[in-house]
């Protein structure tokens, strides 16, 4: 069975950090690419950053750029995102998903596996 499992969401105020991780299986980990995205209440699913299985290409949505940095540990079956300067607008849940290929697409239909989400909430 797939398992992608999200962790490390909370509430942090403004100007804040928080790292989100997510673990999976080695099976669809492996050799594909993988990406973060978000939907806060009322609002689409949208991107927010993906990297590929090599980490030699990723791609950040433009309100994540200069904050928000993802990474993946191969040897951990382990993706990660480092938010920084964190506003209230960040607010959503947050889902990693991995995409079954080498390219990075930024539209969720992309995407074949969905972790459950976490909550990220940022005050002002």
């Known amino acids: 069975q797939v398992q992608l499992v999200e962790s490390g969401g909370g509430l942090v105020q403004a100007g804040g950090s928080l790292r989100l991780s997510c673990a999976t299986s080695g099976r669809i980990f492996s050799g594909n690419t993988m990406g973060w995205f978000r939907q806060a209440p009322g609002k689409e699913r949208e991107f927010v950053a993906a990297i590929t299985w090599r980490a030699d290409s990723t791609n950040y949505a433009a309100s994540a750029k200069g904050r928000f940095t993802i990474t993946r540990d191969n040897a951990k079956n382990t993706m990660y995102l480092q938010m920084n300067s964190l506003k209230p607008e960040d607010t959503a849940v947050y889902y990693c998903?991995?995409?079954?290929?080498?390219?990075?697409?930024?539209?969720?239909?992309?995407?074949?596996?969905w972790g459950q989400g976490t909550q990220v909430t940022v005050s002002s």
């Open positions: 998903a991995v995409r079954v290929g080498v390219t990075i697409v930024v539209f969720p239909q992309g995407y074949n596996y």
